[in-house]
């Protein structure tokens, strides 16, 4: 009989976990446990402040997994956005001494330490400058521009989302996992094979990079998105083999 593992997937900057992953479930492994983590602002959780800077939304995150994560194996997932926070997560995991994930997954994102070739930071465009960029990175519905109630919604959050995608770890502050990874990038998005390799700094064990047709929201596309399921569940079944004694 498999041992269960609890998969967390942390969203890209203005998604909903709920809405970006709960269709994975059906194609999962029977031995995975989805666990979309719903971020403050969105979804169910639309009413709650939004986060002010990448620390708020790491004890958020920890608050809602805590309790979760003591007596079982876990893997952590997050795309463009959820990458950088699911680092930062894993690193306050490691600090205050609760058991470390088996695996993690970071998709669509250089390696932290690298800095962004952008010549502004998101946090700092205004937005007509931001909206250019979204447009540009793909995977949101022309709608959202064509109605001002949408943009009213959604831009705050998006606007906060990337004071996180924006954050950046020094190379003096990187404190290597004891777990492998797998970094996920899509052929034609804005993330070099050095960028990716060098994900590699961040962990003592295994780091393997892997890519997928597309751009920066490779997995949303369908023969995309499954192939992404399906490297999770050779990472977290085949490899591992995790079966109850």
Request: charged share 25%; net charge negative; with cysteine.
């Given at each position: 009989m498999?041992?269960?593992?609890?998969?967390?997937?942390l969203?890209?900057?203005?998604?909903s976990?709920?809405?970006?992953?709960?269709?994975?479930?059906e194609s999962?492994?029977?031995a995975?446990?989805?666990h979309?983590?719903?971020?403050?602002?969105?979804?169910?959780?639309?009413?709650?402040?939004?986060?002010?800077?990448?620390?708020?939304?790491v004890?958020?995150v920890?608050?809602?997994?805590?309790?979760?994560?003591?007596?079982c194996?876990y893997a952590?997932?997050?795309?463009?956005?959820?990458?950088?926070?699911?680092?930062?997560v894993?690193?306050?995991?490691?600090?205050?001494?609760?058991?470390?994930?088996?695996?993690?997954?970071?998709?669509?994102?250089?390696?932290?330490?690298?800095?962004?070739?952008?010549?502004?930071?998101?946090?700092d465009?205004?937005?007509?400058?931001?909206?250019k960029?979204?447009?540009?990175?793909g995977?949101?519905?022309?709608e959202f521009f064509?109605?001002?109630?949408?943009?009213n919604?959604?831009?705050p959050?998006?606007?906060?989302?990337?004071?996180?995608?924006?954050?950046?770890?020094e190379?003096?502050?990187?404190?290597?996992?004891?777990?492998?990874?797998s970094?996920?990038?899509?052929?034609?998005?804005?993330?070099?094979?050095i960028?990716?390799g060098?994900?590699?700094?961040?962990t003592?064990?295994?780091c393997?990079?892997e890519y997928?047709?597309g751009?920066?929201?490779?997995?949303?596309?369908?023969?995309?998105g499954?192939?992404?399921?399906d490297?999770?569940?050779?990472c977290?079944?085949n490899?591992?083999q995790?079966?109850?004694?």
């Amino acid at each position: 009989m498999k041992k269960q593992i609890k998969l967390f997937c942390l969203p890209y900057a203005g998604g909903s976990a709920k809405s970006i992953y709960s269709k994975w479930k059906e194609s999962l492994d029977s031995a995975i446990e989805l666990h979309p983590v719903e971020l403050a602002g969105r979804g169910p959780r639309i009413g709650e402040s939004l986060y002010s800077n990448v620390e708020e939304a790491v004890e958020d995150v920890i608050s809602k997994i805590r309790n979760q994560i003591t007596d079982c194996d876990y893997a952590i997932f997050g795309h463009s956005m959820g990458s950088i926070l699911a680092y930062k997560v894993i690193q306050r995991i490691n600090e205050l001494k609760l058991p470390p994930p088996i695996h993690s997954f970071f998709s669509g994102r250089r390696a932290p330490h690298c800095p962004s070739r952008r010549p502004k930071p998101f946090s700092d465009m205004n937005t007509l400058e931001l909206e250019k960029e979204i447009k540009e990175l793909g995977g949101t519905p022309p709608e959202f521009f064509e109605y001002p109630e949408l943009k009213n919604i959604f831009m705050p959050i998006i606007k906060s989302d990337f004071k996180i995608a924006d954050t950046f770890v020094e190379s003096s502050d990187i404190v290597m996992f004891n777990h492998e990874i797998s970094v996920f990038v899509g052929k034609e998005e804005d993330v070099t094979n050095i960028e990716a390799g060098e994900w590699m700094q961040h962990t003592r064990k295994k780091c393997s990079v892997e890519y997928f047709e597309g751009g920066h929201f490779f997995l949303l596309e369908e023969e995309e998105g499954h192939r992404v399921i399906d490297t999770i569940n050779s990472c977290l079944i085949n490899k591992h083999q995790y079966i109850s004694m």
